[in-house]
């Protein structure tokens, strides 16, 4: 401030009236609270941005290369939905296990609360099933239904034990290696859908458990250790898991790994099915040209822009009347020319 702003600000404050300094100090002192709070908010945002951005270019780029490709630019938005979509399917159950205060349990209390936080996480992913593509998976809303019937009575048992476990007739280390045995049963029988390659609400309901139990876990052992690098590879395992397992079942439309159903239309010039039409399926697309698969293969062929005249989004053409009027059209008249469709079809 200069000399003359200095006695400009004297003589304005012996002007002014003792409210209105009070108002004017007041105003001041929140002006320079509100500074720092700005400052690491902004900090806060900058740093939830560049995570979930890193996060999403790692989990795109181990999609694709299950495919046998790399995607080649690092600033299409499905990068983003990607990084957004595994934050937000992480905080969600890290989020429910602070507030069960699962650093201040012990271990024994940990164990009796794990067969109804389990059923908890299947509650829980109800809601968030609507991201996802369960296929032609037939279990949906519960664990694949136990055949024999003493495996069954064993669980009912088990069940009640965990129910009772505040009763005083029960011992406390009874109900804990009750609970900890049906969570044990569940969990093995969704990790063996997942390995045959079954996807169900129980397999989110899985991640959501893991998530939960390794936060809580966390929360237990770090603070008494110090040993906060190992948290980072945790992370890490966790952000692989969801890249190899969970973002391939997530719609694409909330930008995740599925592929679309279409059916592409080669021109006469293209090396693959000259003027013919074939139901693909759409992994990636980019200014030059698409990656597709087959319907009984594992690896994308790119097929270039210039390939292609026209794309319908099904596997099914006969569902369009207008290709098939088109279609009628090209019969009656061999000689019309193709119409060419180029427009961006994924984000």
């Known amino acids: 401030m200069t000399t003359l702003e200095q006695k400009i600000y004297e003589q304005k404050t012996v002007n002014q009236k003792p409210d209105e300094q009070k108002d004017e100090g007041q105003n001041r002192r929140r002006l320079t609270g509100i500074g720092p709070l700005a400052d690491s908010l902004s900090k806060g945002i900058a740093a939830v941005a560049v995570a979930m951005y890193a996060c999403g270019f790692l989990i795109v780029s181990l999609h694709h290369s299950s495919f046998g490709f790399i995607g080649t630019n690092p600033f299409r938005p499905r990068i983003a939905a990607a990084g957004a979509s595994f934050l937000f399917l992480t905080a969600i159950p890290a989020f429910t296990a602070t507030r069960l205060g699962g650093g201040q349990l012990s271990w024994r209390q940990l164990a009796q609360l794990s067969y109804p936080y389990y059923f908890g996480c299947l509650f829980l992913s109800i809601p968030v099933s609507v991201v996802f593509n369960f296929g032609d998976s037939s279990e949906f809303l519960a664990p694949p239904a136990v055949r024999w019937w ?9 069940g009640i ?28 029988a969704s990790v063996r859908e997942l390995f045959e390659h079954r996807f169900g609400l129980s397999s989110v309901g899985l991640w959501f458990f893991v998530i939960g139990m390794a936060t809580i876990i966390e929360l237990k052992v770090r603070p008494r250790s110090g040993d906060w690098e190992k948290t980072i590879f945790v992370a890490l395992g966790a952000l692989l898991l969801f890249a190899g397992v969970y973002y391939p079942h997530i719609e694409a439309s909330w930008g995740g790994g599925t592929p679309v159903n279409i059916t592409m239309y080669f021109t006469k010039d293209s090396a693959i099915r000259p003027s013919q039409a074939v139901s693909v399926r759409l992994v990636e697309e980019s200014d030059e040209g698409f990656y597709i698969v087959g319907s009984k293969e594992a690896k994308a062929i ?17 569902d369009s009347s207008l290709l098939r009027q088109e279609k009628r059209e090209r019969y009656l008249n061999p000689i019309l020319p193709a119409r060419v469709g180029r427009g961006k079809l994924l984000g």
Request: glycine share 0%; net charge positive; hydrophobic share 60%.
């Open 150 to 158: 003493w495996l069954i009575a064993l669980i009912v048992f088990l």
């Open 161 to 188: 034990l965990v129910l009772l476990q505040d009763s005083k007739r029960i011992p406390p280390v009874v109900s804990a290696i009750a609970s900890v045995l049906l969570v044990v049963f569940y969990v093995q």
């Open 302 to 318: 790119y097929v270039p822009r210039n390939a292609v005249s026209l794309v319908y989004f099904s596997d099914k053409p006969t």
